[in-house]
């Protein structure tokens, strides 16, 4: 094991000329620091306006914060690596990066999980809502969130670092549990393979919750004007969202399973970046946008700062 810890990935570059790559550069470096504004705008919001503490902006402050955690697994390396050749990464770096990046995926579903339950009490038992929703209930669909995401994945990454592995390359611009299991691995991986696919049944568990919970919503709703206001304002951004996320989850998968050399190589990079761009980046936006209170609290501080500034 010591010896494997000494071990590097190669990761697979970006067949460029430096021109091209200090563009890159600065395209990437210009997309997380938006990822950054749109996120932490939202969160600042959110925890120092007493009227957004609410569970709904408290799960959604939770959502753009795993945001900033699972891009935080990325963006500093891939920026490191334009610069850099070749693109090396060590065996611990590799198992860090895999286990921050798939927690934060595992987390985006959980998250959008007890959002999705968060909506179901108050629009199907508004009369119940806040004796349903305590902030002990909210504490703990935040925690239950994070720490099964992150379990779940410690668990996958501490099989996969017990392997012993015959190769060193991955076909893609970061590490991933599926190519270290099934591709670089020397001997069979039954193990990881039913945890793995425990978690990946589990998880989809999660996304028929939130389908039978919209179904619930909609036959609820569509028979009041009043309550079917409330689906459109609070539900449509949770929608996009999930489809935000379902989307992204879909490319990484097709990339990861089905992705060949013959696939042109921008694809090939779209497919693996899509979901560490998209989801982080259009959340915020979408929430900041839809829903009313959040959108006042953003506009009323940019006002508030463009008032300073010109003073």
């Known amino acids: 094991m010591f010896f494997q810890c000494l071990f590097l990935f190669t990761l697979s570059g970006i067949s460029a000329t430096w021109e091209s790559r200090y563009f890159f550069f600065c395209i ?24 957004l503490h609410e569970p709904m902006y408290i799960f959604l402050c939770s959502l753009c914060l795993n945001g900033l955690y699972g891009t935080a697994g990325f963006y500093p390396k891939f920026l490191y690596d334009l610069l850099h050749e070749p693109q090396v990464i060590s065996y611990a770096g ?132 009043e309550d079917w206001n409330k689906f459109m304002q609070t539900c449509t951004p949770h929608l996009l969202s999930l489809i935000n996320v379902t989307v992204a989850l879909l490319f990484d998968t097709m990339y990861s399973r089905y992705g060949s050399r013959d696939f042109p190589q921008s694809l090939r990079h779209f497919l693996a970046l899509e979901f560490l761009v998209v989801p982080p980046l259009l959340n915020p936006l979408i929430y900041g946008l839809k829903l ?10 940019i006002k508030n700062k463009t008032v300073k500034f010109e003073n």
């Open 94 to 225: 590799c198992l860090i990066q895999v286990l921050v990046i798939y927690s934060s995926v595992l987390c985006d579903i959980s998250i959008l999980t007890v959002m999705a339950y968060d909506r179901f009490v108050a629009i199907c038992r508004p009369l119940q809502y806040h004796a349903v929703m305590t902030k002990t209930t909210v504490t703990k669909l935040t925690l239950f969130s994070w720490i099964a995401p992150v379990l779940s994945m410690t668990v996958l990454v501490i099989f996969s670092a017990g392997l012993t592995l015959c190769g060193s390359e991955i076909e893609k611009l970061y590490c991933e549990n599926w190519a270290i299991v099934r591709l670089l691995s020397c001997f069979p991986t039954t193990l990881c393979n039913v945890f793995g696919y425990i978690v990946i049944l589990t998880y989809l568990g999660h996304v028929f919750f939130i389908l039978f919970s919209y179904m619930k919503l909609i036959k609820t709703s569509i028979t009041s004007t």
């Open 292 to 301: 009313r209170k959040v959108r006042n609290e953003v506009f009323r501080c």
């Open 28 to 51: 990437t470096v210009l997309c997380y620091l938006l990822i950054l504004s749109v996120n932490l705008t939202l969160i600042f919001r959110i925890v120092l306006r007493k009227s």
